[in-house]
């Protein structure tokens, strides 16, 4: 079992729609979450993270975290044709000898206009 | 204020050298940590630097190695290079306190090894 998994898409929805991503971990001792979005070519940037159970929401985007069931997602509302990207979770296992975050392969996000 | 400087953008070298690369964190931030992204890999985690201390190793082999210096820039040699090292070299820089806010990452060093 891999430690971060993603469905890999890609996952296709109209413009204006909400696009759901999910994640699943399973290190129970991970701490701390975080989605990134990358554009093709470019490096990627943090959205949002997410530290306790329950929604936490900025702007269009929405994080859900559920520590037992070891899930989190991320909503997004209205999407746009410019959302379109590949979405990376991120999780922070803690570790007490420094922060090693692991990486899910991706979901690749395609808002049709 | 300024982002992640990661230099240089693009690389090519010849199997059997080696490269270093170069990246100056966000002024402020003291952690530097270093990935890999390739196509069948996803994001792999090289190793991180803290106050020029190395403070987590990934599982690569010893020809990658790191350095920070007291200003909190860092290098990444990578010897003897192999064709499967040809890859995305992203540089991520962290403040980190109790809390970890996340990483900004740098726009990457694109090595292709021929």
């Known amino acids: 079992q891999k430690e971060v998994e993603q469905n890999s898409g890609p996952l296709s929805v109209p413009e204006g729609a909400i696009a759901s991503l999910n994640c699943t971990y399973s290190d129970r001792g991970s701490q701390s979450f975080f989605w990134y979005r990358q554009y093709s070519g470019k490096s990627p940037e943090l959205i949002m993270f997410?530290?306790?159970?329950g929604d936490k929401e900025d702007g269009r985007f929405t994080a859900q975290l559920n520590k037992a069931s070891q899930y989190v997602s991320l909503l997004i509302r209205d999407s746009q044709p410019s959302d379109s990207a590949t979405y990376l979770c991120a999780v922070n296992k803690g570790d007490n000898y420094g922060q090693n975050f692991v990486f899910g392969p991706g979901t690749r996000l395609s808002v049709l206009p | 204020k300024a982002g992640v400087t990661q230099t240089p953008r693009y690389l090519i070298k010849t199997r059997g050298q080696q490269v270093t690369l170069s990246c100056s964190p966000i002024?402020?931030?003291?952690?530097v940590s270093w990935y890999q992204q390739t196509p069948g890999q996803g994001l792999q985690f090289l190793f991180e630097y803290f106050s020029e201390t190395q403070r987590n190793k990934g599982n690569f082999p010893g020809r990658f190695s790191g350095r920070q210096f007291s200003n909190s820039r860092s290098e990444m040699n990578v010897s003897t290079l192999e064709l499967g090292d040809s890859a995305l070299y992203l540089c991520?820089?962290?403040?980190?306190?109790?809390?970890?806010?996340?990483?900004?990452f740098g726009s990457g060093t694109r090595l292709t090894v021929v």
């Open positions: 002024s402020g931030h003291r952690s």
């Open positions: 997410i530290y306790s159970n």
């Open positions: 991520a820089s962290s403040f980190t306190g109790e809390v970890h806010y996340g990483y900004t």
